[in-house]
C-alpha cells in the first residue's frame, strides 16, 4: 500500500493560520483535492476532521487521534499512525491519502512515498507549517503544472506530484526485519 500526502503550501511551508481555516481562495485547489481524494482512504488528523466536518462523505476517512476513547460519526479511528496503516491495508486500500493538519504531516512524512503539493504563490501569515519535506528525503518530480491567478483564483500556484528516492521508514524497517529474519 502507497502512503501518499496531500497539502496546499504557501510561501516559508505555511499551510494555515493556526487558528481555523485555509486563508485563500482556490477554487482550482479545492477541485484537485477533491478529484485526487474521491474514493480513497484519506488519514485525517483529529483538528483538521474537526475543522472540515462534511468534506469526507465521498472518502473511507481515518481520524489519528491519542485519545482512546474517541469516538466519529463517519469512518474509523487509530491511535497511532502504524495502526492506521495496519486498518487501512487490512481494508483493501491501495493508497493511504494523508489529508493534514501540521501535526499529523509531522507524523505521517517519514511513512510516505508521495507527495501531491500545491505550492502557492502567496506570503500568507500562519504558524501552521507543512514539514521540511526537503531535507527530510530526496524527490523525484513526477510532473509540475504551473496555473496563473485569474479572476476565481486569488494567488498562482503550482501543482507538483513527487516521488520519495529512497525507502520510506517503514520499507526501510521492513529491509531490517527481512535481513534479522
Ligand atoms: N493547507 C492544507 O493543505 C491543510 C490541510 C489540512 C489542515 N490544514 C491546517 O492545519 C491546521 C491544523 O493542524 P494541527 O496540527 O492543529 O491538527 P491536526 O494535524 O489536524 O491534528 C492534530 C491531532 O492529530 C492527532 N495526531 C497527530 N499525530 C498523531 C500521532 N502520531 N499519533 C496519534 N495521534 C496523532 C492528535 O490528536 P489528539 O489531540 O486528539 O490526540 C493531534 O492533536 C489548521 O490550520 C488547518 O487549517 C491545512
Redesign the pocket.
Known amino acids: 500500500m502507497k502512503v501518499s500526502m496531500?497539502?496546499?503550501?504557501a510561501h516559508g511551508r505555511v499551510?494555515?493560520?493556526?487558528?481555523?481555516?485555509?486563508p485563500w481562495h482556490l477554487p482550482r485547489d479545492v477541485k484537485h483535492f477533491r478529484n485526487y481524494t474521491r474514493g480513497k482512504f484519506l488519514l485525517?488528523?483529529?483538528?483538521?476532521?474537526e475543522?472540515?466536518q462534511g468534506w469526507f462523505s465521498d472518502h473511507y476517512p481515518i481520524i489519528?487521534?491519542?485519545?482512546t476513547d474517541?469516538t466519529a460519526e463517519l469512518g474509523s479511528v487509530?491511535?497511532?499512525?502504524e495502526g492506521a496503516m495496519d486498518l487501512a491495508k487490512a481494508s483493501g486500500a491501495g493508497e493511504l491519502v494523508v489529508?493534514?493538519?501540521?501535526?499529523?504531516?509531522?507524523?505521517a512524512l517519514p511513512y510516505a512515498d508521495e507527495l501531491i503539493l500545491?505550492l502557492i504563490d502567496a506570503g500568507i501569515e500562519?504558524t501552521?507549517l507543512?514539514p521540511d519535506y526537503e531535507n527530510a528525503a530526496k524527490w523525484e518530480t513526477l510532473s509540475d503544472e504551473a496555473f496563473s491567478a485569474d479572476k476565481d483564483n486569488n494567488h498562482a500556484m503550482r501543482i507538483v506530484h513527487l516521488r520519495r528516492l529512497h525507502p520510506t521508514a517503514l520499507g526501510a524497517k521492513e529491509v531490517l526485519d527481512g535481513e534479522t529474519r
Open positions: 496531500i497539502s496546499a503550501i499551510i494555515g493560520t493556526g487558528h481555523g481555516g485555509i485525517i488528523g483529529r483538528h483538521t476532521f475543522e472540515m489519528l487521534t491519542r485519545q474517541y487509530a491511535n497511532t499512525m489529508c493534514g493538519g501540521a501535526g499529523l504531516y509531522h507524523s500545491t500562519g501552521a507543512f
